[in-house]
C-alpha cells in the first residue's frame, strides 16, 4: 500500500492514509505481558516460577523456582502458554512467575 492511497477508518469516521491506519491496527492488536515484578514479557522468553504450583490434571506440583522455557505470549494480558515435560497445554498466570 502507498501513501497515496486513503481508506476509511471506521472507529474515528475519518479518512487517513492506509499505512497509517495498518499501524494503527496493529498497535491496538499487541497486549503488554508482565511477570510479577512487572517486567515485559515476549514470545521465546524464560521465566522462572515464584511459588509452587499445583497443575490440575496432570498431578503434578511445579516447584518454586523451576525454570520454563520458551514461553508463547496468548494474547490474553495474564496468560502464557508454556512448554514443560509431561504436562501438554500447560497454560500460566503471568503473576506466578518471574522473567529470568
Known sequence: MSDDEYVYDEESGEWMPASE???KQA???SVEVRDAVGNLLADGD???LIKDLTVKGAGQTLKQGTLI????LTGDSQEIDC?????????????FVKKR
Open 83 to 95: 512448554k514443560y515435560p509431561g504436562i501438554k497445554g500447560l497454560v500460566l498466570r503471568a503473576e
Open 69 to 72: 522455557k520458551s514461553i508463547r
Open 27 to 29: 498497535a491496538s492488536g
Open 21 to 23: 491506519l495498518a499501524a
Open 46 to 48: 524464560q521465566v522462572t
